[in-house]
T-cell receptor
Framework: GAVVSQHPSRVICKSGTSVKIECRSL??????MFWYRQFPKKSLMLMAT?????????EQGVEKDKFLINHASLTLSTLTVTSAHPEDSSFYIC?????????????FGEGSRLTVL | QKEVEQNSGPLSVPEGAIASLNCTYS??????FFWYRQYSGKSPELIMS????GDKEDGRFTAQLNKASQYVSLLIRDSQPSDSATYLC??????????FGGGTRVLVKP
């Protein structure tokens, strides 16, 4: 399957700081990437859809000023958690779909576990 | 009402047996259906995709889709301890978005 790489895999930060997570498609171009978060023993919740060269589309209830998404190239999307607080601690996972069609398989990055102290 | 529903489990099966996982969805116009496996602390890994009614087999895995009943299932034959994980059903309806079920935890006992 297609390879999606995410970095960092783990990050611990102090409350009030900002954290940037990178998501790269390694062997294909992704015009669209998706950012999910997952709390322990819960399923994946879509946060936003990242579109190359345009603004991200956020799901209802997700603060766009809190979770900044930038998709500057066809292989890189970044999620910045601004002024992080303990309640932002979670497992953040990016994903991408091969090709430009809206159908097809979604491949996930390794995930980034954020712990805010 | 949840859009994609799964029994949370745990589903306990003896090694070598068949594990049967079920998933129902609410959006009748859903077109694409996926099963992902997620080990604890890891991200989901795609196991199967299915787009049309009927069965689709890949190795020890068989996905079954019945759009009329809005039902998709996954069978794991000859279950191995390494199959112990959470299995996520995902459904794509309108647009790009993939909606996930809550996952079914499977425990394969040696």
């Amino acid at each position: 399957g297609a390879v999606v790489s995410q970095h960092p895999s783990r990050v611990i930060c102090k409350s009030g700081t900002s954290v940037k997570i990178e998501c790269r498609s390694l062997d294909f171009q992704a015009t669209t990437m998706f950012w999910y978060r997952q709390f322990p023993k819960k399923s994946l919740m879509l946060m936003a859809t990242s579109n190359e060269g345009s603004k991200a589309t956020y799901e209802q209830g997700v603060e766009k000023d809190k979770f900044l998404i930038n998709h500057a190239s066809l292989t890189l999307s970044t999620l910045t958690v601004t002024s992080a607080h303990p309640e932002d601690s979670s497992f953040y996972i990016c994903s991408a779909r091969v090709g430009i069609a809206n159908t097809g398989e979604l491949f996930f990055g390794e995930g980034s576990r954020l712990t805010v102290l | 009402q949840k859009e994609v529903e799964q029994n949370s489990g745990p589903l306990s099966v003896p090694e070598g047996a068949i594990a049967s996982l079920n998933c129902t969805y609410s959006d009748r116009v859903s077109q694409s259906f996926f099963w992902y496996r997620q080990y604890s602390g890891k991200s989901p890994e795609l196991i199967m995709s299915i787009y049309s009614n009927g069965d689709k087999e890949d190795g020890r895995f068989t996905a079954q889709l019945n759009k009329a009943s809005q039902y998709v299932s996954l069978l794991i034959r000859d279950s191995q301890p390494s199959d112990s994980a959470t299995y996520l059903c995902a459904v794509q309806a309108a647009g790009n978005k993939l909606t996930f079920g809550g996952g079914t935890r499977v425990l394969v006992k040696p």
